[in-house]
């Protein structure tokens, strides 16, 4: 079912006592997997790691909302330019975060957005390029839970 | 919704430029309980789209992996004078617009 | 030798002129947003990027929109917030004269809406009470904090101390322990703040949303398993107003970003 750190969470959480507010869920599921999802981006073809920057926060304030930009090195051409660039986690309750659809008019291919994370990961970032090919970069993620426990 | 854009006041055509947005909206999970423990129904934005002039210049397919209150910044070339229109739809079907006007002087 | 004496003395005087002027120095407070990450630092400084700023927009709507049984508005009194409020909220909380009740700026607005709009009270966390609150209080943002400590609010400053000095709850800890004497240290992975008031309504992470500071302090009281008091209680109104006299040195922030 779920690894050392799921339970432990579950343990903390029925401990607090009477409010159980949780922002994801005690018990773990993925409905999707990373692996899944990046097949379904890919069509199985090989995605080469590089070109892809996300630049996030070594240790995350909050898991949710940890600020992130997505850049991709890419001359944004009409003959050579990124066509979308997909946000994965290994650990979120759904692997896929996000996909943002670019083209040559974007001029840049940086996005800035904030995520959620469900705990210490590495988020990974797909880029689909206009020749089809698939480039991808990653980021460590520090996540912790809350030192106080507020229950809103 | 409360939603904010940010553009240049003015930019020259051909100049890149930067398109930011703020949206007030929970991003509900799904997974979060409320005080009776019942859970939470979940209600992300899923489908946004910005089109300058006309023409859909970025598209965001979002999930409850995005924070709430969404933030996005991306960036585009002026051409001519026109609006940016964002348009998104949540889960429950709830549509928010937001558009705003971008000057572009001759380059 | 008397020279040699009267040097010493001089000596020993700068020493303790100087110690005093250290011990000062530490005494000043420090904002929240200095024991924050630099992340967080960005995102407050940035009104665009600052999700407080969405309640400080909604807050601006609400103000200019007609309320109550007479659709007035509260521009229609005070005309245009960032002249007629500016420093206003610096002055919080007080006793309104009129009525001789103890007012935050919560309890203001609602005391506006009840008496001179005809309009109902608003709850606290609601979206309304939030965006006016904020909207309000920003237009002090970078005022120093300037509670008055009339005669008839002493009573209260010395319940509030009380509160602020007295073991609470399971872990029997009172604010001070984390607050005074440990603030700048870290609890797990977070940094222990001084838990001062003049950043409020805030837009907090973990909540993801904005909130009052009743609602930080019953989640403070939460963390040590005391209980709660009601949110505009005395207990909370009187800590409140410890908190403003604590606070002066600081400048208002809102709205600002916390964990």
């Given at each position: 079912m779920t690894g050392k750190h799921i339970a432990r969470r579950s343990l903390l959480k029925w401990l607090s006592?009477?409010?159980?507010?949780?922002?994801?869920?005690?018990r773990a599921q993925p409905a999707d997997t990373l692996s899944a999802r990046v097949d379904e981006l890919t069509g199985g073809q090989t995605v080469t790691t590089g070109r892809v920057v996300v630049d996030t926060?070594?240790?995350?304030?909050?898991?949710h909302s940890v600020p992130m930009r997505l850049s991709v090195d890419s001359p944004m051409t009409a003959q050579d330019h990124v066509r979308s660039i997909t946000l994965l986690s290994p650990r979120n309750p759904r692997a896929l975060m996000a996909r943002f659809y670019l083209g040559a008019s974007a001029g840049r291919a940086e996005i800035v957005t904030r995520v959620r994370l469900n705990g210490t990961q590495t988020v990974l970032a797909i880029a689909e390029m206009s020749d089809g090919t698939f480039w991808s970069g990653t980021a460590e993620v520090e996540v912790t839970e809350s030192a106080c426990l507020d229950a809103g | 919704m409360v939603a904010r854009v940010q553009l240049p006041a003015s930019c020259r055509a051909g100049e890149i430029i930067t398109v930011r947005l703020v949206i007030q909206h929970p991003m509900e999970t799904g997974f979060r309980y409320d005080v009776r423990g019942n859970r939470v129904e979940k209600n992300v934005i899923s489908q946004l789209t910005c089109r300058y002039n006309e023409v859909e210049i970025f598209r965001a397919e979002m999930g409850s992996g995005i924070a709430a209150n969404p933030f996005l910044q991306f960036h585009t070339i002026a051409r001519q004078s026109g609006d940016l229109v964002f348009e998104w739809v949540d889960d429950r079907g709830v549509r928010g617009e937001e558009r705003a006007r971008l000057l572009v002087t001759e380059a | 030798m008397s020279v040699r004496i009267a040097a010493a003395l001089v000596q020993v005087m700068a020493f303790c002129a100087l110690s005093t002027f250290a011990n000062a120095a530490d005494k000043a407070p420090r904002s929240g947003i200095e024991y924050a990450s630099a992340e967080l630092r960005a995102m407050q400084a940035d009104d665009f990027a600052n999700p407080g700023m969405l309640w400080v927009a909604r807050g601006e709507k609400l103000w200019n929109a007609p309320a109550g049984r007479d659709r007035r508005s509260c521009a229609g009194c005070h005309g245009a917030a960032e002249k007629s409020?500016?420093?206003?909220?610096?002055?919080?909380?007080?006793?309104?004269?009129?009525?001789?009740r103890f007012l935050n700026l919560e309890g203001r607005i609602n005391q506006c809406r009840s008496e001179r709009q005809d309009a109902g009270v608003l709850s606290y966390e609601s979206e309304e009470l939030l965006a006016l609150t904020a909207y309000v209080a920003h237009q002090s943002r970078g005022l120093p904090v300037a509670v008055v400590i009339e005669d008839s609010d002493r009573e209260r400053l010395t319940r509030g101390r009380e509160i602020y000095y007295r073991r609470q709850g399971q872990m029997n800890?009172?604010?001070?322990?984390?607050?005074?004497?440990?603030?700048?240290?870290?609890?797990l992975a977070e940094t222990i703040s001084e838990g001062h008031g003049n950043a409020y309504p805030i837009y907090r992470l973990e909540w993801q949303t904005a909130g009052s500071l009743h609602r930080r302090l019953r989640a403070c009281y939460f963390g040590i398993r005391a209980e709660r008091p009601p949110f505009g209680s005395d207990d909370l109104l009187n800590l409140e107003l410890f908190l403003a006299d604590r606070a002066k040195g600081l400048t208002v922030e809102t709205p600002g970003v916390r964990r």
């Open positions: 006592g009477l409010f159980c507010l949780s922002a994801f869920p005690l926060p070594r240790l995350a304030d909050n898991g | - | 409020l500016r420093g206003a909220a610096t002055r919080y909380p007080q006793t309104d004269r009129a009525s001789g800890l009172a604010c001070t322990h984390c607050h005074e004497q440990n603030a700048g240290k870290r609890l």
